[in-house]
């Protein structure tokens, strides 16, 4: 597969599914490593800064998971929107006459 843009059902098949696959076990790996951020550490006095930080770091840990999630989905649904296609294309070449 290169660059460009293909209408070749197989082809965006399996880019579908590589995408879908890759950021299933993106959004895993994320999931499973979520940044620790121990208040402790910032010492006395500097631990309600210390919570706005880790606020702030867990939002961004959660972007990150959703963008995972929402990157699978598109996968997902360029696959069904290849299956369509290609059943289109079926359906649409035996009502012309020329088979597949």
Avoid: C, Y
Wanted: no cysteine; glycine share 12%.
């Amino acid at each position: 597969m290169g660059n460009g843009i293909t209408t070749d059902p197989t082809v965006v098949r399996e880019g579908a599914e590589k995408l879908r696959a890759q950021q299933e076990q993106w959004a895993s790996v994320l999931a499973a490593h979520r940044p620790h951020v121990p208040l402790a550490a910032f010492g006395v006095g500097l631990q309600g800064a210390g919570a706005r930080l880790k606020e702030l770091v867990d939002k961004g840990h959660d972007v990150r998971v959703a963008h995972a999630g929402r990157l699978a989905a598109a996968g997902r649904d360029a696959h069904r929107l290849a299956d369509v296609v290609d059943a289109a294309d079926a359906t649409n070449a035996v009502a012309l006459g020329g088979g597949r």
